[in-house]
């Protein structure tokens, strides 16, 4: 049962009443008020307080101001007149309260049933049925969105961060602008963090692989690539462009290092997935030159 409570003060004029409630201590953001037109009522557990005014007043234009331990009320009455009490004499007047009924004819009428026939629009594919990759394209999607719920934020070292600063695609776009401005070393640090986030976005791994081959750090950024294609599976038309420059960026590492027939094999990989792009093409055959001339060097 709550605890009524009856210390207060009060003073008015012929238009207002101030009324002064303590909360007894009681936290201000466990006070629930509420303000009728003739009715008055503030529940802070186990404290209750409520009054049947003595008049009404304008409850649109009264207000309430919590602060210091205690709710200090202006009500705005509607007929400037001094009150001679402040609650209604004899106790409560319920009828009051909300002294506006609704009617029966101002209630609509209950919504007959019906029902609602609902299609949904096959996904299409860009090939033909017969040449098409539904399932593996069905698959892709489903490992995608698995990925995006394959976070770890709950962990100590990420509860210092921003909300943004814990979003795996902030960070991406991030690592983004920062390797457009040739700031690799801070958009490896910016995937790095989204990587810890989310061990399961291709991209990442790929774009962190563009930073490395920059870098010069050559077997890191054969590393990426090579785990950039482990998660661009199965192969299909969505993520073929990923696989390709995952292919050209670890096929560039190799040649840094002088490998070039495992550099070639990259190359002509990415050729399969687009063979019209002519720029890989052109690499190809520079490859296959070097490799050639090597053979000759070796022969001689």
Not at 82 to 89: I, K, T
Not at 120 to 130: K, W
Not at 190 to 203: D, S, T
Request: charged fraction near 25%; include cysteine.
């Amino acid at each position: 049962m709550p605890v009524r409570v009856s210390e207060f003060s009060w003073q008015q004029t012929p238009a207002t009443i101030f009324l002064s409630l303590p909360l007894r201590g009681v936290c201000v953001r466990d006070a629930d008020v509420f303000c009728g037109e003739s009715y008055l009522k503030v529940n802070f557990p186990p404290f209750l307080f409520e009054l049947f005014l003595y008049a009404p007043i304008d409850d649109g234009k009264s207000k309430a101001k919590i602060g210091n331990d205690t709710i200090l009320f202006t009500l705005y009455k509607k007929e400037p007149v001094l009150w001679d009490s402040l609650s209604v004499p004899g106790g409560r007047n319920w009828e009051n309260i909300f002294p506006e009924k609704l009617k029966e004819d101002r209630v609509p009428a209950p919504r007959s049933a019906g029902s609602i026939q609902i299609s949904f629009t096959p996904r299409v594919f860009p090939t033909a049925l017969r040449e098409s990759q539904v399932a593996e394209e069905e698959e892709w999607l489903h490992k995608q969105a698995e990925a995006r719920r394959a976070m770890s934020t709950d962990l100590p070292e990420f509860f210092d961060l921003k909300e943004e600063e814990r979003n795996p695609d902030w960070l991406k776009d991030k690592g983004n602008k920062l390797f457009a401005t040739e700031n690799y070393l801070a958009a490896v640090d910016a995937y790095n963090l989204a990587i810890r986030l989310n061990c399961k976005i291709p991209l990442l791994y790929l774009n962190r692989a563009a930073c490395h081959l920059k870098l010069k750090n050559l077997h890191k950024a054969i590393e990426d690539s090579s785990k950039a294609l482990e998660l661009l599976t199965p192969p299909v038309a969505d993520n073929a462009n990923a696989r390709m420059k995952a292919h050209v960026r670890r096929g560039t590492a190799f040649c840094q290092l002088e490998l070039y027939v495992e550099g070639l094999q990259d190359y002509e990989a990415a050729l399969k997935i687009d063979p019209a792009n002519t720029v890989v093409q052109n690499d190809a055959e520079k490859i296959r030159n070097i490799i050639q001339g090597t053979a000759l060097k070796s022969r001689d």
